[in-house]
């Protein structure tokens, strides 16, 4: 089966300092990992992706998330954090060995950024 | 519009009655997919279209929900019989190619039900 774990429900940082979301995972063979970002009453949003190639990569509004095999980790990073990235962060794995096209995702973190 | 459009956005309706809940996802996207998202939690799948057939059904909860695409394009969540555990934010998602295509998920707002 697949998973994914986020053990942390809030995270606040002050602006202008960097910051890590995290997000674990669990598959049977190579995940493909997605970071998705939902703001206020608006819908999720595709932040970054993880397929394969290059473990570290970067996505939309400075983002980037570093793909560690053995720790089976998928963290969000940024270097400097602004007040708008304030928002609730979702990590998304889906195993295509399975043969299904489903994600799981974890349960969100929820990102405050301080003035 | 460009994004996935889901409707109602709000839906409050009593226990035992059945409710419909429509999404129209962007056009020219095969991929149709619904999950769902209670208080506190992330999104849990429901079922995933490719063109008019549920191709993975395996999400939804029980006989009560039902799910259909017959143009391969509008899809609507049927909910038969409701109950309080069924309120929760239904989310529409769309792609050009599914995850299996490594193409990320584009979603609606969602629509909001509140059983009574």
């Known amino acids: 089966a697949q998973s994914v774990a986020q053990p942390e429900d809030q995270v606040n940082v002050a602006e202008g300092n960097p910051l890590t979301v995290k997000c674990t995972y669990s598959?049977?063979?190579?995940?493909?990992l997605f970071w998705y970002v939902q703001y206020p009453n608006r819908g999720l949003q595709f932040l970054l992706k993880?397929?394969?190639?290059?473990?570290l990569v970067k996505g939309s509004y400075g983002f980037e998330a570093e793909f560690n095999k053995s720790q089976t980790s998928f963290h969000l990073k940024k270097p400097s954090a602004l007040v708008s990235d304030s928002a609730l962060y979702f990590c998304?794995?889906?195993?295509?060995?399975?043969?299904?096209?489903?994600?799981?995702f974890g349960t969100g973190t929820r990102l405050t950024i301080i003035p | 519009g460009a994004g996935v459009s889901q409707t109602p956005s709000n839906k409050v309706t009593e226990k035992g009655k059945y409710v419909e809940l429509r999404c129209d996802p962007i056009?020219?996207?095969?991929?149709l997919y619904w999950y769902r998202q209670s208080l506190g939690q992330g999104p849990e799948f429901l079922i995933y279209?490719?063109?008019?057939?549920?191709?993975?059904d395996s999400g939804l909860p029980n006989d009560r929900f039902f799910a259909v695409r017959p143009e391969g394009s509008v899809s609507t969540l049927k909910i038969q019989r409701t109950e309080r555990g069924d309120s929760a934010v239904y989310l529409c998602?769309?792609?050009?190619?599914?995850?299996?295509?490594?193409?990320?998920?584009?979603f609606g707002e969602g629509s909001r039900l509140t059983v009574l």
């Open positions: 998304a794995v889906r195993d295509p060995n399975i043969g299904n096209e489903k994600l799981t």
């Open positions: 998602a769309s792609s050009s190619s599914g995850t299996g295509g490594t193409g990320e998920l584009f």
């Open positions: 279209f490719q063109g008019t057939g549920a191709a993975d």
């Open positions: 056009s020219g996207h095969t991929a």
């Open positions: 993880y397929i394969t190639g290059d473990n």
């Open positions: 598959v049977s063979g190579n995940p493909y």
